[in-house]
């Protein structure tokens, strides 16, 4: 089975601090993705990576930044919070058959 | 780029009923349309999808139907059960599974299973 494990559950953090949130697959993917959860808007694509050191852009990558070092480590990176970044963020590693999702981290930026 | 559009947002059904979500998409290249499950507090989690050389799949109590002219695909849960309360995203990609350019998606619909 699938395992994607991201580092928090629950991240309270400070306007303009640095935030680094971290996910690790198992099973060797190549594409792994950041997705960002609010409610009436979905699930929103923020980066994506398809191989070590590569990322492309998603939908929303405004004040985010990712890191991309090693196969099943993907992390991203809100430079300095603000608090409109307040919000569920996805990782997620993709097998030819589905998009496996962690278990989410939800950020509070006060 | 792609744009998924889902309705409705909110879905109330009575158990034993059935249940229909609709999405549309925009970009005539998406090839793949997955469909997934989050309940409350979980991750989401693929339930069913279908490639466009296919219009219809069925699993058991659900089904996926596709219309490649009109760009829309509709998700359909017969004799619905109290386990079906969910919210439930529709997507489309240009790829399979998730690609290597990830899936958009629709905004959801909370599907309430009313006892």
């Known amino acids: 089975d699938v395992k994607v494990t991201q580092s928090s559950r629950y991240l309270v953090k400070r306007t303009g601090e640095k935030v680094f949130l971290e996910c690790v697959q198992d099973?060797?993917?190549?594409?792994m993705f950041w997705y960002r959860q609010d409610p009436g808007l979905g699930l929103r694509l923020i980066y994506f990576s398809y191989d070590v050191k590569m990322k492309e852009k998603g939908d929303i990558p405004e004040g985010y930044s990712v890191s991309r070092e090693k196969k099943e480590r993907f992390s991203l990176i809100l430079e300095s919070a603000s608090t409109n970044q307040t919000s569920m963020y996805l990782c997620?590693?993709?097998?030819?058959?589905?998009?496996?999702f962690g278990n989410g981290t939800r950020l509070t930026v006060t | 780029g792609e744009n998924v559009e889902q309705h409705p947002s909110t879905l109330s059904v009575q158990e034993g009923d059935s249940a229909v979500i609709k999405c549309t998409y925009s970009d005539s290249a998406s090839n793949y349309f997955p469909w997934y499950k989050q309940e409350l507090g979980k991750r989401p989690q693929l339930i069913i999808d279908?490639?466009?050389?296919?219009g219809e799949k069925k699993d058991q109590r659900i089904a996926v139907t596709l219309n490649k002219t009109a760009k829309h695909f509709s998700l359909h849960i017969t004799e619905t059960q109290p386990e079906d309360s969910a919210v439930y995203f529709c997507a489309a990609s240009r790829g399979s599974g998730g690609g290597a350019d990830g899936l958009t998606f629709g905004k959801g619909t909370h599907l309430i299973i009313q006892p």
């Open positions: 997620a590693s993709s097998s030819y058959r589905a998009l496996h």
């Open positions: 279908i490639r466009s050389n296919v």
């Open positions: 099973m060797d993917h190549e594409n």
